[in-house]
């Protein structure tokens, strides 16, 4: 009881962050929604596009915090400081780069999710352009906030960026009420609005995870003299590369191939797109209690893996991710109960509101399958064995799910409902991998010894 006592202790407020976070983003998408389907669309395109370079940053600073993690684990903070660096770094890379992609290729992305040559798609590209040049203003005190959100959470402390969180959603929430329909004397600026919205709660959210961090030098020693130099020994920037680059393009790849079925599927029609938007938002709020636990599971194995804890480790992996499991048993019920009220607050059609009823539902079925191949990766990638998770989750997708949407879709005459049954049910071939790996144990090593930390 104890050990599942420590493991909420890190994951509820994870939980509560992600949770107001999804609630508040369902509302924003609600807002929108309710200007139209073709704004609706264009905001979601552009999300698809944006999820893969958050995904990057994401993917990249877990590789090095797999490190901060073990570290924290032994007490070394001078290695906590030098993985603080180098999120720093690849945080910069990483902006520029989004920045450069979609300032200048914007328009060839969004032709991957239009087929129709019809006044309601160009009218999806009008929303998506405004939505897309706002929204590059976003990129970097979102990427910084990772770096600092990451490095508290793999050193315990996940108080502050649930704190940060809250701060902005409830920014964005009203900012969103104020600048989409133009309150207080304001101008309606609609999905430009939104995005506006989004840029100023993200500045909120840095300017007081960086206060609170540099505030408490002795709660967070790791940020002391973080910035006095770029330094981090050479041997521990190759090993970082070794195991967080498969991180990285793992990301990659996962978040590109989920745009990739999402643009397979559009072939059936933009309100396919509108109704896995819809889909997409509610599932967010109900897989809080499953991925905030993978993230916990990260945690706390990363820490007995740094700290030596060899014996019991396996176990302790099981227990946990069977209880992630049994958690997404429940949000998945509730998910299944509110799939045919949540269609009906936006305003679009009856075929979009009846696709995204099927869609909900079959989320909401297969969701304890998704918790535990989420806990199966995080328990893996705990030990640094990020080459197998590459191969175990975006490859599984683009040699095992795209493949099989692509083909379903194309050349055959199944209904869309069918055919995204199909494709998510393929998931629990991925569950079966991730539950033989983990059994075997061959991620149970501490991966900072040797790393010039």
Known sequence: MEYYKKALHIALPMMI???ITNLVNMLDNIMVGSIGTDPMSGVAIVNQLLFIWNLCIFGGLSGISIFSAQFHGK????????TFRLMFMLALI???TGLLVFSTSHMKLFAIYLHEDTAGAAETVRYAKQYILFMLWGLLPFALTQVYSSSLRATGETRLPMQGSLIAVFLNLAGNYILIFGHFGLPAMGVRGAALATIISRFAELFYLVYMTHKDPEGHPYINGAY???HVPSQLVKSCAIKGTPLLVNEALWSAGIAAITGIYSYRGLSVVAALNICQTLSNVFSIAFLAMGGAIGIIIGQELG???FDEVRENANRLSMFAVMLSVVMGALMFLFSSVFPQLYNTTDEVRTLAVSFIRIMALIMPVNAYANSAYFTIRSGGKTLITFLSDSCFGWFIS???AFV????TSLPIVRIYFCVQTAEILKCIIG???VQKGIWINDITLSTGG
């Open 402 to 404: 795209i493949p099989i």
């Open 307 to 309: 700290a030596g804890r």
């Open 228 to 230: 006095s130099s770029m």
């Open 17 to 19: 962050q992600n949770g």
């Open 408 to 411: 379903l879709v194309h050349f």
């Open 435 to 437: 539950y033989i790996l």
């Open 94 to 96: 990483l902006t520029v």
């Open 75 to 82: 007490k070394d903070e001078r290695g906590v400081r030098y």
